[in-house]
């Protein structure tokens, strides 16, 4: 059973750093930044590809450090990603964000997370991330792949449409959840009818 609960990180309002700069790094920063593009990220790396260097040329928000990993590198970070294969260094930083009340990804390896980077899907303004609690991220892909074929691109129209009436609609909370939730349906419906 999958017990992780989702959440939506404004990553603008929070440092971010990313250990590690090869191929995983680059993964793992290009994830980031195609979904928060203003997301601020120190790297740290003893190795930086060029293909990691020409990701964030010219990207002002990221800053690269070419060294050595140290403890000093936590402070003012809320969250942090690890892609490294460096199993001793791994588990250093796991006890230094557990310490520092810091959340931690490390790629590849679940049992040092404390969070997962899943799968995304995005049309405009709807995002939906996918997990499978670690265990497959082929079967995320496959997901996502699946649900890009069935959402349609017009849904940001949609979604504007559903925030012009969730304004306009008068009353409390419950009679506004009772109104949108009869929109929601009828267009589910009318979706699935043709």
Not at 44 to 60: D, H, N, Q, T
Request: hydrophobic share 45%; charged share 25%; with cysteine.
């Amino acid at each position: 059973m999958n017990t992780l609960f989702p959440i939506y990180v404004k990553m603008d309002q929070i440092q971010t750093l990313l250990v590690g700069a090869g191929p995983i790094g680059l993964e793992k920063i290009q994830a980031i930044l195609n979904n928060s593009p203003e997301a601020k990220v120190k790297v740290v790396a003893e190795v930086i590809s060029e293909e990691f260097l020409a990701f964030v040329a010219a990207l002002p928000l990221v800053t690269v450090h070419q060294k050595s990993f140290e403890p000093s590198d936590l402070e003012k970070v809320d969250l942090v990603v690890v892609a490294s294969n460096n199993a001793t260094l791994n588990e250093w930083i796991r006890e230094l964000a557990s310490a520092n009340h810091i959340l931690l990804n490390v790629a590849d390896k679940p049992s040092l997370c404390d969070f997962y980077l899943g799968s995304v899907v995005q049309k405009g303004d709807l995002k939906i991330g996918i997990s499978t609690n670690g265990k497959s991220p082929t079967i995320a892909k496959r997901v996502k792949e699946l649900l890009n074929d069935l959402i349609p691109e017009e849904i940001d129209e949609t979604l504007a449409l559903m925030q012009q009436l969730r304004n306009n609609l008068k009353g409390d909370f419950q009679e506004k959840i009772k109104v949108l939730n009869a929109h929601t349906k009828e267009l589910v419906t009318n979706d699935s009818g043709n």
